[in-house]
Nanobody, 131 residues
């Protein structure tokens, strides 16, 4: 069973930075992680969960307009890790952040980073940005 565990959340002032990490385990073989595209989602209180960043198996990245130019998604297949570097944080970035693994091998995230395309989810890590 695939397990995803996020870390790195916390409280920061507007304009600050945070690095979120996601440790993946439970794939059939250690290299299988590299076969799956990955994504970061977030959910603010009272709002639906939204996809904000995705990275395909070949390293192609996709971002929501709300974070483009400020956030960077990356992966280390050897360590089975997913990262989200968040810079120039704004109060509206306050949310619970989730990492997720796409459902199908070799499938691409796509421009809309759809929640329905992802099968495995972490428990989330809270990010709070104060003004």
């Amino acid at each position: 069973q695939v397990q995803l565990v996020e870390s790195g959340g916390g409280s920061v002032q507007a304009g600050g930075s945070l690095l979120l990490s996601c440790a993946a385990s439970g794939y059939t073989f250690s290299y299988t992680f590299s076969w799956y595209s990955m994504g970061w989602f977030r959910q603010a209180p009272g709002k639906e969960r939204e996809g904000i960043a995705g990275i395909d198996t070949d390293g192609t990245t996709t971002y929501a307009d709300s974070v483009k130019g400020r956030f960077t998604i990356s992966r280390d297949n050897g360590k089975r890790m997913l990262y989200l570097q968040m810079n120039s944080l704004k109060p509206e970035d306050t949310a619970t952040y989730y990492c997720a693994s796409i459902s199908r091998i070799w499938a691409r995230v796509g421009p809309n980073i759809r929640e329905a395309d992802f099968a495995y989810w972490g428990q989330g890590t809270q990010v709070t940005v104060s003004s």
